[in-house]
Nanobody, 127 residues
Framework: VQLQASGGGLVQVGGSLRLSCAAS????????MGWFRQAPGSEREFVAA????????DYRPSVKGRFTISRDNAKNTVYLQMNSLKPEDTAVYYC?????????????????????WGQGTQVTVSS
């Protein structure tokens, strides 16, 4: 499956952005979806994940309460609504799809759990 991320940009502190990630094929509902980010000189880190049905979501602590992950399986799209943005949120954001069916949520916090990746979209939060 091919993933196309969009929606990044330059925003001021406290602003909002909505990232989208569209999948190229109709089996989208069979994938566990995640968002990761990578700042210059840093490792790629988990941001949020959502189960196939959308019934469960997980977040890294620093974004919980500010970011919301959601998905529309009819549109083959996953979203990341980012509010109250901070300079430390500045990074390239990547969406990813996982084929595995592991119940343990922590498994999906790791980049290696994902089989397909989008190209990334830059988010810059200016102060």
């Amino acid at each position: 499956v091919q993933l196309q991320a969009s929606g990044g940009g330059l925003v001021q502190v406290g602003g909002s952005l909505r990232l989208s990630c569209a999948a190229s094929e109709g089996t989208f509902s069979s994938y566990h979806m995640g968002w990761f980010r990578q700042a210059p000189g840093s490792e790629r880190e988990f941001v949020a994940a959502i189960r196939r049905s959308g019934g469960r979501t997980d977040y890294r602590p620093s974004v919980k309460g500010r970011f919301t992950i959601s998905r529309d399986n009819a549109k083959n799209t996953v979203y990341l609504q980012m509010n109250s943005l901070k300079p430390e949120d500045t990074a390239v954001y990547y969406c990813a799809a996982a084929v595995a069916r592991i119940d343990y949520s922590g498994y999906y916090y790791q980049p290696v759990a994902y089989d397909y990746w989008g190209q990334g979209t830059q988010v810059t939060v200016s102060s």
